[in-house]
């Protein structure tokens, strides 16, 4: 499956941003999704994941209740609802994908992986 992230750009602090990633190359619905970030400096960090049929998410802590993953099987697209966006939210995003039916973490669960889409903060 290829993927191809993008969405990003310049936001405010508090400010909210949609990141999607379209999929292409094979069945979508038959991959776990999840989004990743690294900031400068910093190793590449789990921010979400969703199950196949969204039914099931999981957020780092440092997002959760403001972000929010989602997916159209029908339209082969992830999604990631940022809001109340913080300066330490800044990072490229990552979206990747699992051949799995369980959501997970580790970096190394995911097979697949689309370029970066760059997310600034400004305060």
């Known amino acids: 499956v290829q993927l191809q992230a993008f969405g990003g750009g310049l936001v405010q602090v508090g400010g909210s941003l949609r990141l999607s990633c379209a999929a292409s190359g094979r069945t979508f619905s038959w991959y776990v999704m999840g989004w990743f970030r690294q900031a400068p400096g910093k190793e590449r960090e789990f921010v979400a994941a969703?199950?196949?049929?969204?039914?099931?998410?999981d957020y780092s802590d440092s997002v959760k209740g403001r972000f929010t993953i989602s997916r159209d099987n029908a339209k082969n697209i992830l999604y990631l609802q940022m809001d109340s966006l913080k300066p330490e939210d800044a990072a490229v995003y990552y979206c990747?994908?699992?051949?799995?039916?369980?959501?997970?973490?580790?970096?190394?669960?995911?097979?697949?992986w689309g370029q970066g889409t760059e997310v600034t903060v400004s305060s």
């Open positions: 990747a994908a699992r051949t799995s039916t369980l959501v997970a973490r580790p970096r190394s669960a995911y097979e697949y």
């Open positions: 969703v199950s196949w049929s969204g039914g099931s998410t």
